[in-house]
């Protein structure tokens, strides 16, 4: 069954720092998103991407963070200087479609530290 | 702006056992879907049971179904003859068709202890 695949599994880094998360959505997927999860607490929408542009953000997706799709099957987040509050777990998700039932399959998420 | 209430930040069930978890969301929206994930101590988000909000027939899969009141607005999961493998974090999602991404937007989560 195709899934959604996110490296690295762990990024450990300093505070300032940049970071890129990589996903690799199910390939006839079209709409992607990002979503983070702050250790115990709830999973909070970022952004969601479509046709090489983003679709809608939350409030929490300011200008550190950016998101891009270089090539037909990485689907990449920035944050370019990182807090120490950006120390989430940060789950990349696709659909095939918009509408109807098509679900969100998630990735296994990519754990940020930043020290 | 909408919202996912879940009330129960933790809750336990014996095994063999039935447990309910609920759920409450606040939309005024008419096209919507529910959704309850399941995540495990490997943080993976697995998708466990999904309801359109235009059908009034509750969704089953094995041993998950859902009561779902529109008008009352609410959600709740059954799991049915617990096992082991339940244990987890619940978390009660709601996506809205109207609007141009269909993000998720999450509850608190509950976290399910399935005691032997």
């Known amino acids: ?115 | 702006a909408q919202t996912v209430t879940q009330s129960q930040p933790e809750m336990s069930v014996q095994e063999a056992e039935t447990v309910t978890l609920s759920c409450t969301y606040d939309t005024s929206e008419s096209d919507y879907y529910l959704f309850w994930y399941k995540q495990p101590p490997s943080r993976q988000m697995i998708l466990v049971i999904r309801q359109e909000a235009y059908k009034q027939q509750n969704a089953t899969e094995n041993r998950f179904s859902v009561n779902f009141q529109k008008a009352a607005k609410s959600f709740s999961l059954k799991i049915s003859d617990s096992q082991l493998g339940d244990a987890a974090m619940y978390f009660c999602a709601y996506r809205c068709e109207e609007t141009s991404g269909s993000r998720l937007t999450f509850g608190e989560g509950t976290q399910l202890t399935v005691n032997p």
Request: aromatic share 14%; with cysteine; proline share 5%.
């Open chain 1, 1 to 115: 069954e195709p899934e959604v695949t996110q490296t690295p599994s762990h990024q450990v880094t300093q505070m300032g720092q940049e970071v890129i998360l990589r996903c690799v959505p199910i390939s006839n997927h079209l709409y992607f998103y990002w979503y983070r999860q702050i250790l115990g607490q709830k999973v909070e929408f970022l952004v969601s991407f479509y046709n090489n542009e983003i679709s809608e953000k939350s409030e929490i997706f300011d200008d550190q963070f950016s998101v891009e799709r270089p090539d037909g099957s990485n689907f990449t987040l920035k944050i370019r200087s990182t807090k120490l509050e950006d120390s989430a777990m940060y789950f990349c998700a696709s659909r095939e479609g918009l509408a109807g039932p098509y679900e969100q399959y998630f990735g296994p998420g990519t754990r940020l530290t930043v020290t």
